[in-house]
């Protein structure tokens, strides 16, 4: 466990960040930014993958202070949140098994719900 909250607050973000990274690189692929390389976008698949797990232990009690854009309403609607991140897990893993198939189309199809509910989560969640 975190040894202070702002270590908590250090990790989710830490966690968002990669997430981040490797979903974009997913993404140029899907929107035609860069050039197609089904190795390089299932390794980023499975990475986001994992990473989207690890946020959710860091949103503990006292963890809404400092250095984040976290809203109110994560602690104030934990069901909403929970769900949020849930659906959200959910769509990047099926991003991650579509990268596994190597099919460029698919892959599009799962990047833009996966997205959808990256922003979901933001709007509700999210400081701007
Ligand atoms: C990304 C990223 C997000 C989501 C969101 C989708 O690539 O870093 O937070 O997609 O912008 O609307």
Redesign the pocket.
């Known amino acids: 466990q975190f040894q202070k909250p702002e270590d908590a607050v250090k990790y989710r973000k830490a966690s968002?960040t990669v997430?981040?990274a490797h979903?974009?690189r997913v993404?140029a692929m899907a929107n035609g930014r860069v050039p197609f390389d089904a190795k390089v976008a299932a390794e980023s698949a499975a990475i986001a993958e994992t990473m989207s797990k690890l946020p959710w232990e860091a949103f503990g009690p006292g963890t809404d202070k400092g250095d984040t854009r976290a809203q109110p309403a994560v602690w104030t609607e934990q069901a909403k949140f929970k769900a949020a991140g849930e659906k959200m897990m959910g769509e990047v893993a099926k991003l991650n098994a579509a990268a596994k198939t190597g099919n460029l189309d698919q892959i599009k199809a799962a990047f833009g719900a996966?997205?959808?509910s990256?922003?979901a989560c933001?709007d509700d969640f999210r400081k701007n």
């Open positions: 968002f997430l981040a979903f974009g993404g996966a997205g959808a990256c922003k933001h």
